[in-house]
């Protein structure tokens, strides 16, 4: 972990007016959700044609047998790990505004952020895609597969966006807000490859904002975006931060 200019991220947000959070997979990943692409990633595991909106709608069954498999069984257990616990703190000491998050495993909401903006929707509620009428996920739930509206017995989607599928318009709006309201971004765990999510930091970038970004390793944003790099993983980074921002209250 090099942290040689801890400091300097320290005093960006102590003098922020609005700072907001960016996250992405390598927050999850240390509460043993691994990202979707990459060496150990999802994808070459599982064929991500399963969560190709098209396919969902002709293969239902086939569908939601892998999606109960990876989001429900596997990620199932997942908590909030210190890194969701740091930036749910910095939220409560009124020094981070508002998380934006690739994610879709609700931590952030566990570990106590209260406005949090899911770029890409939330695996924890399924939503009716004739009616809109949304379920909280439970075991009984999808114990028959794959599970229908109780109202209109459409087939249930996870309410996280699928291949083919547009941002959450709310989600979307907010978060193009935050990029106005911002002077401070804290990009934690996101390497920049997915867009349009990685559009998001670019625009604050293009808006005056500072970047600062908690990564192990350089990325996407690094050498396009980022002001101030503190290379380390999320807790490791995330606790030093918050402890040193603490100190100086």
């Not at 399963?50 to 086939?62: K, V």
């Not at 009124?94 to 566990?110: G, P, S």
Request: proline content about 5%.
């Amino acid at each position: 972990m090099h942290l040689d200019n801890l400091e300097e991220a320290v005093d960006l947000i102590l003098n922020s007016k609005h700072t907001t959070g960016y996250t992405g997979a390598g927050v999850s990943v240390e509460s043993g959700i691994p990202p979707f692409r990459g060496k150990d990633g999802l994808w070459n595991k599982y064929d991500p044609g399963i969560l190709d909106l098209d396919y969902f709608y002709s293969n239902p069954l086939d569908s939601w047998q892998v999606i109960k498999e990876i989001f429900y069984e596997f990620f199932g257990s997942a908590k909030p790990n210190k890194a969701h616990y740091a930036l749910a703190e910095l939220e409560k000491l009124d020094l981070v505004k508002a998380v934006i998050t690739q994610n879709i495993d609700n931590l952030h909401q566990e570990a106590g952020s209260k406005t949090v903006y899911e770029f890409h929707g939330n695996s924890r509620t399924l939503i009716c895609q004739k009616c809109n009428k949304k379920y909280e996920v439970s075991e009984q739930l999808i114990e028959t597969l794959p599970p229908r509206c109780e109202k209109c017995d459409t087939v249930l989607k996870p309410d996280f966006i699928f291949f083919g599928e547009m941002i959450p318009e709310y989600a979307y709006k907010k978060s193009i807000e935050e990029t106005k309201k911002a002077d401070v971004f804290l990009i934690i765990g996101s390497t920049g490859e997915v867009v349009p999510a990685s559009m998001i930091p670019s625009m604050a970038r293009e808006n005056g904002v500072k970047i600062i970004e908690v990564n192990p390793n350089t990325s996407l944003f690094t050498y396009s975006v980022t002001d101030v790099f503190l290379q380390g993983n999320a807790i490791e980074v995330m606790l030093e931060l918050t402890e040193a921002i603490k100190s100086k209250i």
